[in-house]
């Protein structure tokens, strides 16, 4: 009986050790997945439902107020006879920015011609006799050229960069928007002072426009939409965290993996 007894004495140790094994991995998986209550369930569906119908709907109501803008603005000027809306009973919306476009278009191809630029240059000679007509025409004029060159790739508004502000080791997002006015840049000749546009965190449009040193300017890797965001969001949405959520979502569907082959294979 005695000899026996070690024979006896090891069988249970090993199975225990395989139990622990097993408590342990079931408690780690336990720890892992954390079943939520009805009240953080509820919680995390209107938040999700939130996440889905809040951009869709800001974005649609956004594009349908532009369109009755235009609309509005270019209806009345379309003649009956080439106007849908004379012989159709309801309103067509986006009418009038349909024809806005093709005017816009044709005024274009116009405006590329040898007679389109001899009206242009002949109605801007006239603006320019106009005492406050004229300087309100070249503002508006500097600034719409300045918008649609700015959208090439090749043009300094796309650069993002950092710059200390409003104090020393404070880092914040700016935009460079090109060189300073040969007037300003007069004022610090040594220095190569640029442009520097810091837009206002919840506003976009509004901000500070700064004359610095280049090299107090650091351009960094960023395109002007990611800085947007990060912008938009007060640092909420950024790169990191785009990628928490990835990696999130893809635990998430790992660990359901495994429990749906099971629920299968049972």
């Known amino acids: 009986m005695q000899e026996r007894k070690p024979a006896e004495d090891a069988r249970p140790q090993s199975v225990d050790k395989t139990e622990i094994g097993a408590e342990l991995a079931r408690l780690a998986a336990d720890d892992d997945i954390v079943t939520p209550g009805i009240g953080a369930r509820l ?11 809040g951009p869709v709907t800001i974005t649609i109501y956004i594009a349908w107020y532009f369109i009755n803008v235009v609309d509005a603005w270019v209806k009345p000027y379309i003649p009956k006879l080439y106007n849908p809306e004379s012989y159709v009973p309801f309103a067509i919306p986006g009418l009038g920015l349909v024809f806005a476009i093709i005017g816009l278009t044709m005024i274009g191809a116009l405006a590329a011609n040898l007679i389109g630029r001899s009206l242009i240059t002949a ?9 406050i007509v004229r300087n309100l025409y070249r ?32 880092w ?34 509004s901000g500070f426009l700064v004359f610095v040193p280049r090299s107090t300017v650091t351009p960094i890797d960023m395109t002007f939409e ?19 959520l990835r990696d999130l979502v ?11 082959q099971t629920g299968r294979a049972a």
């Open 250 to 260: 893809a635990r998430k569907a790992s660990k359901a993996a495994p429990a749906d």
């Open 43 to 53: 919680r995390n569906y209107f938040l999700t439902g939130l996440v889905v119908v």
């Open 226 to 244: 990611e800085a947007a965001k990060i912008i938009l969001s007060a640092g909420l949405v950024s790169q990191q965290t785009q990628s928490r």
């Open 172 to 205: 914040s997002l700016v935009i460079i928007t090109g060189k300073a006015a040969p007037q300003i840049a007069g004022v610090r000749p040594d220095d190569e002072l640029i442009s520097v546009f810091m837009p206002t965190h919840f506003v976009p449009p």
């Open 139 to 170: 503002a508006v004029k500097q600034i719409f050229e300045s918008v649609v060159n700015a959208t090439g790739p090749e043009q300094p508004f796309q650069k993002v960069a950092v710059m200390e502000f409003p104090s020393k080791g404070i």
């Open 123 to 131: 109605g801007e000679v006239m603006l320019g006799r106009m005492p």
